[in-house]
């Protein structure tokens, strides 16, 4: 059984940082892909950041360039989003996904070439 296990939501003021974590089981995903999706009430999902194991690329949403840090490590099925300089907008449930395939640079940003999903976790970033 796949599982994606998040870690690390919870709620902070304006201007600070936290770090969410994500372990996958029962699948290797090296040669895929690991990163983070966001969804905030009321709107769509939305890519933040993920790491494309092949050639080790990265790439990021441009509302989080520069404050949102991916990283990983691919033997251990995990991938780590450090948030900084967080804003209220940044509000969201965000979930760790992951892919066995290889993805191009017209896919990596789609949810549809994800194929297993952890659970979310809740980020609150208050004024």
């Known amino acids: 059984q796949v599982q994606l296990v998040e870690s690390g939501g919870g709620l902070v003021q304006a201007g600070g940082s936290l770090r969410l974590s994500c372990a996958g089981s029962?699948?290797?995903?090296?040669?895929?892909?690991m990163g983070w999706f966001r969804q905030a009430p009321g709107k769509e999902q939305e890519f933040v950041a993920t790491?494309?194991?092949?050639?080790?690329?990265?790439y990021y949403a441009d509302s989080v360039k520069g404050r949102f840090t991916i990283s990983g490590d691919n033997a251990k099925n995990t991938v780590y989003l450090q948030m900084n300089s967080l804003k209220p907008g940044d509000t969201a449930v965000y979930s760790c996904a992951a892919t066995p395939r290889g993805l191009s640079v017209y896919q990596y940003y789609s949810g549809n070439y994800y194929s297993d999903w952890g659970q979310g976790t809740q980020v609150t970033v208050s004024s």
């Open positions: 029962g699948r290797t995903f090296s040669g895929g892909a």
């Open positions: 790491i494309l194991w092949s050639g080790g690329r990265i």
